[in-house]
């Protein structure tokens, strides 16, 4: 996503991504316990999928055709 991309997101879409940020934030400990040293993201507040190579999870999301901003972070030991 570019910076145009997220200018052109309407306020209810970034406020859901935020939101999503938050529940990884909020759970970040129970992340840890089952997708250490991998990438986890998020869709609407709920778990979406994972993986330890940021690129193949991209790749899964691109394909799944989804409209929706999803948050990806990479959860430490």
Do not use: G, W
Not at 3 to 20: A, V
Not at 40 to 58: I, P, R
Not at 60 to 72: E, Q, V, Y
């Amino acid at each position: 996503m570019n910076p145009q991309d997220i200018m052109n997101c309407n306020t209810d879409e970034l406020t859901r991504l935020k939101d999503s940020y938050k529940y990884i934030n909020s759970n970040y400990e129970t992340f840890k316990k089952y997708y250490k040293n991998q990438f986890v993201a998020v869709k609407d507040t709920e778990y979406f999928d994972n993986d330890s190579n940021l690129e193949k999870l991209v790749e899964r999301i691109t394909l799944s055709n989804t409209n929706k901003l999803i948050a990806i972070e990479f959860i430490h030991p």
